[in-house]
């Protein structure tokens, strides 16, 4: 059947997001999901992840048990402010995207140096005390 390879069913792949100095890291678990099969777009406000996992059509063996999920995804990833889309890179290795998105260089971590504080000038004898002992 040609029409159970592109089946209209939808999943959701799992997804990692992580934050670095530099920019984020998004990583979805796309095993089994062609390149040509995904996209990656971005707008102002997110980072759209789409794509197809096509259910194999296996040449002579009758499917007893399917588990894994397949047809369509999509996944939306609000973008922070600080988030620079014109920084925007995705590679695809042992079926896991990784997409990275850059930090605008206003918005990257500043370390702060801590300096030691002045020392206090301890209060003189004199000042409120009474030396007669009263």
């Given at each position: 059947?040609?029409?159970?390879?592109?089946?209209?069913?939808?999943?959701?792949p799992a997804m990692d997001i992580?934050?670095?100095?530099?920019?984020?890291?998004?990583?979805?678990d796309l095993a089994g999901v062609a390149r040509e099969d995904m996209e990656v777009m971005v707008s102002e406000q997110a980072l759209v992840i789409s794509g197809l996992r096509r259910l194999p059509e296996p040449e002579g063996l009758a499917l007893s048990r399917r588990e894994r999920e397949y047809g369509r995804f999509r996944r939306t990833v609000e973008l922070p402010a600080g988030a620079d889309?014109?920084?925007?890179?995705?590679?695809?290795?042992?079926?896991?995207?990784?997409v990275r998105v850059?930090?605008?260089?206003?918005?990257?971590?500043k370390?702060?140096?801590?300096?030691a504080a002045a020392q206090e000038e301890p209060p003189?004898?004199?000042v409120g005390s009474s030396e007669d002992g009263k």
């Open positions: 059947m040609a029409a159970a390879a592109e089946r209209t069913e939808s999943w959701t992580s934050e670095t100095g530099e920019g984020f890291c998004v990583r979805l889309r014109g920084a925007l890179s995705a590679a695809l290795r042992d079926g896991v995207l990784e850059g930090k605008r260089a206003g918005e990257m971590p370390r702060v140096e801590i300096k003189s004898a004199g």
